[in-house]
């Protein structure tokens, strides 16, 4: 199959929740939901998906670079928004209009508001949130180049890496290199926490200088056609303490029964519960943050693996199990591979081994 | 004055807004807007800022990193967002609310409107609008050393490119050597648009080769401290054709004009109609976009310089001026600028000279 053979698809899809819901066309402001529905790359836009056409808008900035990448949807040009938006809607004659409440801001929709004056505007949350979850074959084969570029990268890093390496250091010498294997740039800023750094979930890397008893965590992404990868892997510098051991001992038996418990029909939240459940009463406490979320054209999107997620596993949905244990003041772990969510099982898309790394 | 006495003023800005529309608070969830007021560099929070106190809620990734950045806010961690907001709104006995209405989703507002029951929620737009749009001393020093690293990086790059160079290799010099003066990152994917190319003003960089007769729009910019630096330089490889050499002179006519003319009181609207007016009729209709918009935190941010723009423009506003020329499928032009208004004109904090540069 084609992208455009892809996009048609996509764009089926938003057809089934309009006939759900007696739509007579979706407003599309995310660009991520419009560059999955089209192909367009660019930094703004607004699509609407009509029952037959779709129209997408876009300013001068991008009218050539539309017209080049867009499949599926005719590409106009807008000098206002909101006026281009109410001419799409006359043109494709809808007057029951569904948009995202949860990229929408409460400004833009009271400007539609007062602009489409003889259309009617439906929020759509609970329809669109899994609206990219379920990765089809196209997006899972560019997420896994993507995923791969990134682990053989940090394999050559953890190759290189000494004591006395500063964390900025580590981070920009696996960019290079991640670059140098084809990635189009990072998906985050990459992060390298070292010994008491460690303790902070989302670390920005300094001039620490990485020393003997560190346990550094390095959690590195790249982005690939617009898609991310999403890894994280802890090394050991000399020897550890039995204490750090032990905690590195939990997290990964965390991180490996989560794997193992994940496949379609799962409910999110159990995977979380069952992360804490294996860290037990004297780590979980120090997991402070949740278990995992569905990566794609963002490198956080959905389904969350967390307490309070109401979202059932499918087959085709790539999500992170990122357990961590984090001591405040004195160190930090985290173990995380990206898998795909399968029928009976799930595959990690990641190619790191977990196994813990002690670097001399 | 340090950073703390610069939080304490902004925060006092808001209080303002907050006396003139009778609120005894208002929730900010614009992550740049709570760096901006509480110096937290993280990716996700919710800010209240009360009639006496300020609450910052963070989820458990960030309660340390917090504790350690913010200053004149209480952190406090929550796990449910929206409970977590009304037990600050109870805390600081906030009743009447406002809120980022250009910040804040529908589907969060519904929310939010849900369990806030005993509280009534006030949309904040022109209010917020401006709010970061004048940067005080601090600001102005730390965007003064951003776009030094970058001009001063370009300058080395500018020096070392030749033709037979592909515009990734461009770009990725450019951002090792402003890594290597300083910068934490770069602002924006780089620009480097070469022949045909050019004629994207948002073009991303390719392996394409620059050959001689080309130009090639260079668009950078990077990040220091949080705040973003913006410019723009067009190279000419070899010897222009006249038709060219003239599209440069009068691009570059426009955006000293336009330079020439902004001052505090000047409208931002007539800024844009100045530099149409210096293209003319030959010109402007290949000007695709609009002639600036402001720098900070973000690297687009109020004001705008745009036909449709209602602001004015006044001392300490940070904002680009642009103008280009993009002729499809053959190539483009664009000389820009980032300048601080100032009383009677303004100061370019960018430092290329734009006059033509050929690289032979």
């Not at 938003?14 to 089209?38: G, P, Q, W």
């Not at 995923?147 to 500063?166: D, F, K, N, V, Y």
Request: charged share 25%; hydrophobic share 40%; net charge positive.
């Amino acid at each position: 199959m084609s992208l455009s053979q892809y996009l048609s698809s996509r764009i089926k899809s938003v057809k089934k929740i309009m006939a759900r819901r007696h739509l007579d066309a979706v407003i599309f402001s995310d660009i991520n939901n419009i560059r999955y529905l089209t192909g367009f790359t660019g930094s703004e836009g607004t699509l609407l998906v009509g029952q037959g056409e779709s129209v997408l808008l876009v300013d001068g900035r991008y009218t050539l670079q539309a017209a080049g990448e867009v499949q599926g949807a005719a590409v106009s040009e807008y000098k206002n928004i909101f006026a281009g938006i109410e001419k799409a809607a006359k043109k494709l004659g809808a007057r029951k209009l569904g948009f995202e409440a949860g990229a929408t801001t409460v400004e833009a929709h009271q400007r539609l508001t007062g602009e489409l004056k003889k259309t009617v505007l439906i929020p759509l949350s609970s329809e669109l949130k899994l609206l990219r979850a379920r990765k089809d074959k196209y997006e899972i084969a560019t997420m896994k180049k993507a995923a791969l570029i990134a682990s053989g990268a940090m394999a050559e890093i953890i190759a290189r890496i000494r004591p006395g390496w500063t964390e900025l250091e580590a981070a920009r010498q696996f960019e290079l290199e991640a670059r140098s294997r084809g990635a189009d740039g990072i998906a985050f800023e990459t992060i390298v926490a070292s010994g008491e750094n460690g303790a902070l979930p989302h670390a920005r890397p300094s001039n620490r200088k990485i020393e003997k008893g560190d346990f550094v965590v390095i959690d590195f992404g790249v982005r690939y056609r617009g898609y991310c990868s999403d890894e994280t892997c802890t090394l050991a510098f000399g020897e550890l303490t039995v204490a750090k051991k032990n905690a590195y001992r939990a997290t990964l038996r965390a991180h490996d029964e989560a794997i193992a418990g994940i496949r379609e029909g799962v409910a999110a939240a159990s995977v979380d519960r069952l992360v804490r459940d294996v860290l037990g009463k004297k780590y979980s406490r120090y997991f402070v943050h949740s278990t995992g979320h569905g990566v794609g054209l963002e490198v956080h999107e959905a389904p969350r693996l967390a307490l309070q997620s109401q979202e059932i596993l499918s087959a085709g949905m790539i999500v992170t199990v990122e357990p961590g244990i984090y001591c405040p003041g004195r160190w930090g772990i985290r173990i995380e591979d990206t898998v795909l969510v399968k029928k009976n099982g799930c595959e990690a898309i990641t190619k790191l081994d977990k196994k813990l790394t002690v670097i001399e």
